[in-house]
């Protein structure tokens, strides 16, 4: 049972921080590419981050590099991601999502997603 369940979202203020966690079950995820997507209110859903199951290679939309880091706990099954210096643009739904055809970052043909996890950036 191939399962990903997302985690940390909630209310900050513009310049605050979440980590989002996302957790396998049912796969080892250390050996595939977790993903993180948002879709904001209105706007189609976009790729934020990516982690490489084939060499950790780690990957960032250009809206949020140097903000947001990713990074995987292998002894918990689990992915993060760090987001500093949040802005209201930031406000989305966020799924972390995976495909078993590749280990390597790809934005699409994701076979997994999460339910989501809904982040808000607000004043």
């Known amino acids: 049972q191939v399962q990903l369940v997302e985690s940390g979202g909630g209310l900050v203020q513009p310049g605050g921080s979440l980590r989002l966690s996302c957790a396998a079950s049912?796969?080892?995820?250390?050996?595939?590419?977790i993903s993180w997507f948002r879709q904001a209110p209105g706007k189609e859903r976009e790729g934020v981050s990516c982690?490489?199951?084939?060499?950790?290679?780690?990957y960032y939309a250009d809206s949020v590099k140097g903000r947001f880091t990713i990074s995987r706990d292998n002894a918990k099954n689990t992915v993060y991601l760090q987001m500093n210096s949040l802005k209201p643009e930031d406000t989305a739904i966020y799924y972390c999502?995976?495909?078993?055809?590749?280990?390597?970052?790809?934005?699409?043909?994701?076979?997994?997603w999460g339910e989501g996890t809904l982040v808000t950036v607000s004043s």
């Open positions: 982690i490489s199951g084939s060499d950790g290679s780690t």
């Open positions: 999502a995976t495909t078993m055809i590749q280990a390597t970052c790809l934005w699409s043909g994701m076979e997994y």
């Open positions: 049912g796969f080892t995820s250390e050996y595939y590419a």
